[in-house]
């Protein structure tokens, strides 16, 4: 990985970190820790949007998610695991909208992402099936948020 590469890295991680910490409480579940978030693309910063790829706009949204193995005394964050990962959300008038999620996979940090429209004052009820890849049991996270395209 290259100098650029690692700055790119570390400046994700602590942008899909931050937002976080202020919008969701991590969930456990199983061994696991769940960090997740939903948020307009617009707050990325222009640098890291290019490099992932990710349009820039206050009418759309992503959400990011980690999966953590629980890793008691070695590391307090965990140590990052491989899942399969799927998902969808319903907004408030019931109509079901599936997400196609990317694996951005940093070495050591493994990320799932995906980006979606919105509408004005929108919110959606996400449901995020997660099946890790290191044997662990199947299981979900759910969560709502409403995004504000103004």
Known sequence: MTINQLQLAAGLLCVFFT???QA???VRVDGYTVHFNAFNTDTLQPSMAKAYAIVRSKNRAMFTLSVMKDNHG???IGKPV??????SATNLAG????FKVRKIDEGDA???ISVFHVSAEETLAFDI??????GGKPFSVKFRQKFYTR
């Not at 491989?82 to 998902?87: C, P």
């Not at 109509?95 to 599936?98: A, F, V």
């Not at 099936?129 to 290191?134: G, K, N, R, T, Y």
């Open 19 to 21: 937002l976080a910490v």
């Open 24 to 26: 969701a409480t991590p």
């Open 74 to 76: 070695v590391s307090p």
């Open 82 to 87: 491989h899942a399969r990962v799927k998902a």
């Open 95 to 98: 109509q079901l909208r599936d």
């Open 110 to 112: 493994v990320y799932y």
């Open 129 to 134: 099936q997660i099946a890790p890849e290191d």
